[in-house]
Nanobody, 125 residues
Framework: QVQLVESGGGLVQPGGSLKLSCAAS????????IGWFRQAPGKEREGVSC???????TYYTPAKGRFITSSDNAANTAYLQMSNLKTEDTGVYYC???????????????????WGQGTQVTVAS
C-alpha cells in the first residue's frame, strides 16, 4: 500500500527556516518523481519543487533560490528545506508521488497519483 506522510510543519517567523519530511512506504521513493506542493487558503494547489532519481531537482517559482529538495534512499524519505520564509509561504504543504516511475518532474497536480495528508506551515510574526 502506497503511503506518504509529511511532517515538520509549524509556526515560524518571517526569515526563518523549516525542514519538511515526506516518509514514503509501499514503494521505492527513488524510482518515482516526488513533488512538493502547497495550498494557501482560497488558492489552488501549486507546485513548489520536485526531485527524481534522488538528485535531479526542479524548483518552481515559489521556491527558487530559497528551498532545497533532497532525499535519503535508506530512509525512503524526501525533504524540503525552506529558508528565508515569507508570509506568503503560509499554507498546507504536501508531498506526492508521480503516476509513473522514472518519469521527468512535473509541477502539475494532475501528474501525481498519491498524496500525503499535508503539514501546515505558518509564517507570521
Amino acid at each position: 500500500q502506497v503511503q506518504l506522510v509529511e511532517s515538520g510543519g509549524g509556526l515560524v517567523q518571517p526569515g526563518g527556516s523549516l525542514k519538511l519530511s515526506c516518509a514514503a512506504s509501499g514503494f521505492t521513493l527513488e524510482s518515482y518523481p516526488i513533488g512538493w506542493f502547497r495550498q494557501a487558503p482560497g488558492k489552488e494547489r501549486e507546485g513548489v519543487s520536485c526531485i527524481t532519481r534522488s538528485f535531479v531537482n526542479t524548483y518552481y517559482t515559489p521556491a527558487k533560490g530559497r528551498f532545497i529538495t533532497s532525499s535519503d534512499n535508506a530512509a525512503n524519505t524526501a525533504y524540503l528545506q525552506m529558508s528565508n520564509l515569507k508570509t506568503e509561504d503560509t499554507g498546507v504543504y504536501y508531498c506526492a508521488r508521480h503516476r509513473y516511475a522514472y518519469y521527468t518532474c512535473s509541477g502539475d497536480v494532475r501528474d501525481y497519483e498519491y498524496w500525503g495528508q499535508g503539514t501546515q506551515v505558518t509564517v507570521a510574526s
